[in-house]
């Protein structure tokens, strides 16, 4: 069965192009992963925050340059400095969920993405960043999300939203070394 996304890009690895007015570009690299069903499930995620929280998209397409779909070590990560949030190629392809979780993903990197936005307007980027404060500011627009799905698409949500609102701030914004968690996933796409 051919989507109108496939018609649309044709068999592109590497597309760039736009989604419901957001710029997204792809980076595909893993053979056993199909751009178009990728493709395929970010729209149907931004359908659903605009469809269930139309002022939320409203924000992500005003506060956000564009989205990347690339392997990355974790689902989803906003990076100020571009202006672009980073949705992980592999969750966006998996099928034992629902495109919810997804939606719940961006929408969670579009906070962040508003936050940022705000400092840089209103505060001129001074501002220090209580990333657990933040954090849970991106897990409350989640639960809200989640409420405002029908109740099979929101439980999923809900209940990872809401569990990380229960951790400590640690447990809620933990420490991270991007650079060795990139490397694991490096090293497990290539098999080592």
Do not use: K
């Amino acid at each position: 069965m051919t989507s109108w996304l496939s018609r649309l890009l044709g068999s592109a690895q590497s597309p760039s192009l736009q989604l419901f007015g957001i710029h997204v570009d792809v980076q595909n690299t893993r053979r056993d992963i199909d751009t178009d069903s990728v493709l395929e499930r970010l729209g149907e995620s931004l359908a659903m925050i605009a469809h269930y929280q139309p002022i939320r998209f409203a924000h992500l397409q005003r506060d956000v340059r564009a989205i990347r779909v690339e392997r990355y070590a974790c689902r989803g990560a906003f990076m100020p400095s571009e202006g672009v949030i980073i949705t992980e190629l592999t969750f966006l392809a998996r099928r034992d969920i629902s495109a919810a979780p997804v939606a719940s993903s961006i929408l969670h990197e579009g906070v962040h993405a508003r936050v940022h936005a705000f400092t840089e307007r209103v505060l001129g980027g001074r501002m220090d960043r209580d990333m657990a404060h933040e954090e849970r500011l991106c897990r409350r627009a989640e639960v809200t999300f989640g409420l405002s799905l029908p109740r099979e698409l929101g439980a999923p949500v809900l209940a990872r939203a809401q569990a990380s609102l229960e951790l400590d701030d640690q447990g809620v914004a933990p420490s991270v070394d991007w650079n060795l968690a990139q490397q694991r996933i490096w090293q497990i796409d290539n098999g080592a």
